[in-house]
């Protein structure tokens, strides 16, 4: 009978690990929550209420990415 070792399944990674992955660049992150919650706003008043594709265009438009 092997003994078998329990491993972390996550593991912390410094900003030097991810960027060795990443290819030596960072990614930042951000949502406009005004945008989002301009954009599900105007769904619920002009369009008669909110559709699964107002929640998609209105994530897309608030959620943006930048390299470092």
Do not use: C, H, P, W
Request: proline share 0%; no cysteine; aromatic share 12%.
């Amino acid at each position: 009978m092997q003994y078998q070792k329990d491993e972390a399944l996550f593991v912390e990674v410094t900003t030097e690990e991810s960027e060795l992955v990443s290819g030596g660049q960072g990614t930042r992150v951000n949502f406009d929550l005004n945008t989002y919650l301009f954009v599900i706003g105007a769904g619920a008043v002009f369009n008669g209420g909110v559709t699964t594709n107002n929640i998609n265009i209105a994530f897309g438009r608030a959620l943006f990415t930048q390299s470092l």
